[in-house]
């Protein structure tokens, strides 16, 4: 059974940074691409950035610069690292990946950045 377990969400003042991660389970790790996903209050749940099997990445536009997706295949764990946060950065994190044609959801993880 595949499990998505996030951690690390919090509440941060603006321009501070967070480190997310998500213990994964039930799969080859090594095999997936992985992405994080976020949703704000009333907002529809949007992508942020993904890292595939061969270490390709992307980002969303807003995201870019500031944070920064990583994975351990060692450890089953994808990573985001997000620096400079913006209390638009608030949402739900989620991390997902694709198998067997349906996405895959974690839990999720609470990041407000207020002051």
């Known amino acids: 059974q595949v499990q998505l377990v996030e951690s690390g969400g919090g509440l941060v003042q603006p321009g501070e940074s967070l480190r997310l991660s998500c213990v994964t389970s039930g799969f080859t790790f090594s095999e997936y691409a992985m992405d994080w996903y976020r949703q704000a209050p009333g907002q529809e749940r949007e992508w942020v950035a993904t890292?595939?099997?061969?270490?390709?990445?992307e980002y969303e536009d807003s995201v870019k610069g500031r944070f920064t997706i990583s994975r351990d295949n060692t450890r089953n764990t994808v990573y985001l690292q997000m620096n400079s946060l913006k209390p638009e950065d608030t949402a739900m994190y989620f991390c997902s990946l694709y198998r067997n044609r349906r996405r895959i959801w974690g839990q999720g993880t609470q990041v407000t950045v207020s002051s």
């Open positions: 890292i595939s099997s061969i270490f390709n990445i």
